[in-house]
């Protein structure tokens, strides 16, 4: 066997028995966990079948043949090449700071084991409640459906642990029907857009429509129907009302803080992804409030996440 496949030999067999050691770990760690075993296991067989490959290809000194050799070798380093540089586009991602006092803060949800959020969702929910903190007029919006092997849904569970943590529970919309990344957007896009024509309809109250009356002059109406309020004929009396109604809707709007910059809590690992996603599906000021990684399970969720940004963003 020459260097060349001696080399590639070794490299397997590093990689295979890393892949097996790693799937030890996490099954020691979370139990069978098929979605984060299955791969590694994969991983480790693929090696295993292909140490044996070369070593049966190159007994007695046989070569492979170049046609076969070169497309191989170009094939692995171009998706050695893409893999780094997807890698290194979602570890920058995972990287953003927020914006602070954002309209409106997404939880996106993840695992909960029974009734209890997953490590990774509470550390998603601690990292929301410290940002809600710091933005008291943020409105939160708890987003994740109910899965068949999870008591309660996600939604319910970012709910309970905010207001467990001091978040009042009026500033907390749930959003409990989504099963994936883009749902979640999908499906809380809604509810802002009918938080926000709610409270349009707050302030169309206040400030009702202006029509004019044959003369030019303004004058209240009510939907276009005439007011029963009494005639202004004073202009100066006319300005005062409007400055007052101008004034109120600035309180409302700082109150309520009406718009639509939104923040996404969720693990860094998943915030270039899902920034991304955001963008496509009609959010216009979108950033990042990224939680940590369970050290752990970085080798999985990266490796996954590699595999749902070619999916999602490159294909």
Known sequence: ??????????????IGGGSLLYAIIVLISMG??????????????????????????TK????PPKWLVIPVEIIVLIFCFVFVLIEAVIIHGGRTEPQEKADYLIILGAKVNGTQPSLMLKQRIEAA??????????????SGGKGSDENISEAQCIYEQLVALGIEPERILMEDQSTSTVENLEFSARIIKE?????????????????????????????????????????????????????????????????ETVVLTTTDFHMFRSIYLAKNHGYSFVFGNPAPSVWWLIPTNYTREFMAVMKDVVL
């Open 60 to 63: 007695d000194g046989k070569v």
């Open 195 to 259: 938080n926000e024509d709610y409270y349009g309809d707050v302030l169309l109250e206040m400030n009702p429509p202006v029509t004019y009356d044959d003369r030019g002059d303004v004058r209240l109406s009510d939907d276009g129907q005439d007011s029963n309020r009494s005639e202004q004929e004073d202009t100066d009396d006319m300005e005062s009302y409007y400055e007052e109604k101008s004034r109120q809707i600035r309180e409302q709007v700082e109150q309520k803080r009406i718009g």
């Open 1 to 14: 066997m020459n260097k060349v496949y001696k080399f590639w030999t070794i490299l397997l067999s590093i």
């Open 129 to 142: 409640a410290e940002y809600l903190k710091r933005n008291p007029n943020t409105i939160a919006i708890a």
């Open 32 to 57: 069978f966990q098929p979605s984060y075993l299955y791969f590694w296991l994969g991983l480790t067989l693929l090696c295993l079948i292909l140490v044996i490959g070369i070593r049966v290809t």
